[in-house]
Each structure stands twice: as C-alpha cells, then as structure tokens.
C-alpha cells in the first residue's frame, strides 16, 4: 500500500521553541510571501528522526513526511494546520488537526 505524505504548516505567532518528533528526516522550510503566492526557501538542514527541538521566530513553516509525527509546543503560541496531497498548504487553524487515516495510508499528525 502506497503511503500519501502529510503536509503540515505552522503558524508561528510569537517567538516559540517547539519539539518535534518525526521517524524520517523531514525539511522544516519557511514560507515567504512572494507575489501571489509563497515560496520556501531552505531553513537549516535535515531535522533526524526522533525528537529534535527547534526555536522558531513568528512566520509560517512548512514540512512534509512520510510517516506518523508529533508536535509539542514548549513556549510561544503556533497554529497547525494538516491535510494530505499536493494541493497548496493551507491556512493554519488553531485548533490541531490530524492526517485523515484513511485506509492507514495517511500519516497521523498530533499536537500536544
């Protein structure tokens, strides 16, 4: 069964530090407004799988990944938002949403 990716974006309100668990190396990129759309430059490297801590300033950021991830915010105030496929990331929602699980091909996304 082939796995869909779960993308996932990150409203960061306020200077945060969050921890983020993943099982594969995922790209962590930063969304920057650029004509009518937005672009994702590069942000560091590879995040290693297991649980890496990582200080984000206010802005959005992006990642996708094959496999189940968990997010914990430590301080700072982020938005989430989740969803499966290759449409354009959407808009970050307060409330933490998870992947759709369908037929177990979808990565499950929480939020603590």
């Given at each position: 069964m082939r796995k869909?990716?779960?993308?996932?974006?990150?409203n960061v309100?306020?200077?945060?530090?969050v921890?983020?668990?993943?099982?594969?190396?995922?790209?962590?990129?930063?969304?920057?407004p650029s004509?009518?759309?937005?672009?994702?430059?590069?942000?560091?490297?590879l995040?290693r799988?297991d649980?890496?801590?990582?200080?984000?300033?206010?802005?959005r950021?992006?990642?996708?990944t094959?496999s189940?991830?968990h997010?914990?915010?430590?301080?700072?105030?982020?938005?989430i938002?989740?969803h499966?496929?290759?449409?354009?990331?959407?808009?970050?929602?307060?409330?933490?949403s998870?992947?759709?699980?369908?037929?177990?091909e979808?990565?499950m996304?929480?939020?603590?």
């Amino acid at each position: 069964m082939r796995k869909k990716s779960l993308h996932v974006t990150l409203n960061v309100r306020e200077p945060s530090t969050v921890d983020l668990t993943v099982a594969e190396r995922v790209q962590l990129d930063r969304l920057v407004p650029s004509g009518g759309s937005c672009v994702a430059p590069r942000r560091g490297g590879l995040l290693r799988p297991d649980v890496t801590t990582v200080a984000l300033e206010p802005g959005r950021y992006f990642f996708k990944t094959l496999s189940d991830a968990h997010l914990k915010v430590v301080c700072g105030g982020v938005d989430i938002a989740s969803h499966s496929g290759k449409d354009v990331p959407p808009e970050p929602r307060t409330a933490a949403s998870k992947g759709d699980g369908r037929l177990g091909e979808v990565p499950m996304f929480t939020v603590q």
